[in-house]
C-alpha cells in the first residue's frame, strides 16, 4: 500500500486550469482517469487525511504510486480526452458500464448499392442506419414483415442475392409481393434506394406525410374507379399502422429524446435507456455497473451519456436528452453533445407532464434490472455455495448458515409499527417462512426496542414448540427459568400444518441478520441471551457502507466488494426491508379505511355500502332504530342488531371545526362507498 504523500505533486507545481488527469500503480498501469475545471483544486482534493476520504477514493490512492496530468483548453476537450484515455486505458477503479445483453437493432445497409433491412448486433458500422435497439429480435421481425408490404426492400443475404441472379428467378418474397426482387431487375437500382430511404424515413418517425400521401392515393384511385389498388393501398395503410401500434405514442408532441433513469445500492448501479422517435419508444437498453468509484446519481449520469454518446453522430442524438440528476459539467456535456449532433441538444430533468411520467416508467425498468441483475447472481448454485462460505468465513462460524433469517423494523413518523422476517434457505427465499410482526409491547419510535421485542418472540414460539413435543425444557436454558407466553404470529393467512394447528416458527437458522448496526446488533443478542438460546450467530448489515456488525465488536467486519458473501446478505436484508414497507403500507391503508361497521361479523362491503348509502352517512347510520336498519335489503334482524351494537361501542371522533368561523360543522353529507373515515369526517 503506497503513501499518498510520496507522489504528491509540490505546491505550484499544478495549473490552475481544465485538465485531465491519470494515476498509474507501481507497475505504471492506469488505475484512474479524472477530469477537472481546476486540476489544482481537484488533485489537492484526494491528498487529504485519508480519514476524510471516501472509502473507495483512499483505495484508489493508496493503490496509485504517481499521478500525471494533461491541460487542455475548454472543460469540453477535458470531456471528450476523458473518455478517450478510459476507453484505451480500461481503468479499474473507473465506473464502466456493461451491457446486461447484446441489444439487437433494425439496420438499413445504405452503403450497399441495393439497401438490405436486416437484425444486427455488436458494433455500429458506417454507412448503415441504425433503428432501434429493441428488446427481441423479433419484435423487429415482426414490424419488418408488416411494412415489407409498402416498403419492399430486400432482406435476403448476398448469397442468396447472388444465387437468385444467376438462375434468374427472385426468392418466395419477390413471388408474394414482400421483396421488389432488385436481384431480377424488376426495379432499378436507384428505385431500390428511394424504397429503401422511404423505409428509413417512416421508421425515423415520419409518418403522417407518408400515410397521407396513400390515403389520397387510394380516395383517387376509387374516384377513377381502380378499385383493385385503392382496395391494395387500404390494405398497405392498414399494415402502415397496425406497425405504428407496436410502438405507442408516449410524448404528444412528436418529441425526439433519450430518457435516462438510474438505479443504484451502495455496491452497483444499473442504467436504462429509452430511446423516444416521434413521441414513440423506438428501442430500450440497460447496463449495469459495480460502483469502483466514489461517484453519486449525477456522476453515474455522466458516465452514461459518455458511453451512450461516446461513438454517435448526427440525428443518432437526440435533440432532447432527459435524467434524473444533472451532472456537475452540465453545460459542457450539452456543449459537447452539441457538437456530436451538429445542433443543441437540450439536457434536463423533467418535471411535470407526459415526460416526467414516461421518466418514472423508465426508472422502474432499471430497478427491476438491478433487482434481476442480482438475482441472477443468486441463483446460480456455486455462487450461492461460495456466498455460504464466505459469510461462515467472515463470521467465523463452524458451518455455512444454511438457513438465514434476517428481522427489519417498518414504520412512518412512529405510527403502525411493523416488523418482518424473511428466511433464505441454500441462498434462496424460502417465502412460505415469511413472518409479519405488529409491535404490541409499546407505541411511538424504537427501532432498538422494536428489534429486542421482534426476536423475542420469534425464539419464544420456536422454544414452544421445541417445549410442546418434549424436546426441550426451560429449565435447560442455561439455568434461566424462562416463561413462555403465546403470543400470535402467524405465517401468511395462518397455513395449518399437518395436524390442523397452525405452522409454527418450528425451525432455527444458523444465523440472524438485522437490518441495522451495532445497536440493533446488540438487542437482538440480548433477546437471545434472555431466552438461553446461544446456537444461533447474530449479526448486522448497515446500509451506509454495507458493512457487517457482530454483537460486542467495536468495529465492523468489511467484506470484499467483490463478495459473493456480501451480495447475499445484501439480497437478505432488501428482502425483509420490502416486506416489511409491505405490511407497513397495508396496515396503514386499513387505518385510514376502518369504519365501525368492519367490527360487525357476516358484514361483507356490498351490505355495508348499501347501509351507508341508505341512510347517507354513518352519524346517521348510528341515530337509526333496529327497525330501520332492518329496512335495508339484505339486513336481517340479528344483523341490525350487531350493526346497532357495533356503532354504539365505537367512540365518536371529535366534531370537525371551521377555523375560520369557529362553528361545528356537522358531517350530513352522503360517504362515497370505499372513502376512508379520516377523509369523510365519519365518527368512529
Known sequence: MADPSSYRPQPGQVPDSPGVYRFRDEHRRVIYVGKAKSLRQRLASYFQDLAGLHPRTATMVTTAASVEWTVVSTEVEALQLEYSWIKEYDPRFNVKYRDDKSYPSLAVTLNEQYPRVQVMRGPKKKGVRYFGPYGHAWAIRETVDLMLRVFPVRTCSAGVFKRSAQIGRPCLLGYIGKCSAPCVGRVTPEEHRELAEDFCDFMAGRTGTYLSRLERQMHEAAEEMEYEKAARLRDDIGALRRAMEKNAVVLADATDADLIAVAEDELEAAVQIFHVRGGRVRGQRGWVTDKVEAVDTAGLVEHALQQLYGEEQGEAVPKEVLVPALPEDTPALAEWLAARR???????????????????????????????????RAADLTTRSRALEEIAEALDLDSAPLRIECFDISHLQGQDVVASMVVFEDGLARKSEYRRFQIKSFEGQDDVRSMHEVVSRRFRRYLQEKQRTGEWDPRDAAGTDTALDDTTDGPLGDTPGDDGRPKRFAYPPQLVVVDGGAPQVAAARRALEELGVDDVAVCGLAKRLEEVWLPGEDDPVVLPRTSEGLYLLQRVRDEAHRFAIQYQRSKRGKRLKSSPLDEVPGLGESRKQALVKHFGSVKKLRQATIDQIREVPGIGLKTAEAVAVALARATPAAPAVNTATGEIMEDETPAPAGTPSSERGTEQ
Not at 451538429?342 to 414516461?358: F, H
Open 342 to 376: 451538429g445542433s443543441q441538444v437540450s439536457l434536463r430533468i423533467p418535471q411535470r407532464g407526459d415526460k416526467k411520467a414516461l421518466m418514472e416508467t423508465v426508472h422502474r425498468n432499471a430497478q427491476q434490472s438491478l433487482a434481476l441483475h442480482k438475482t441472477k
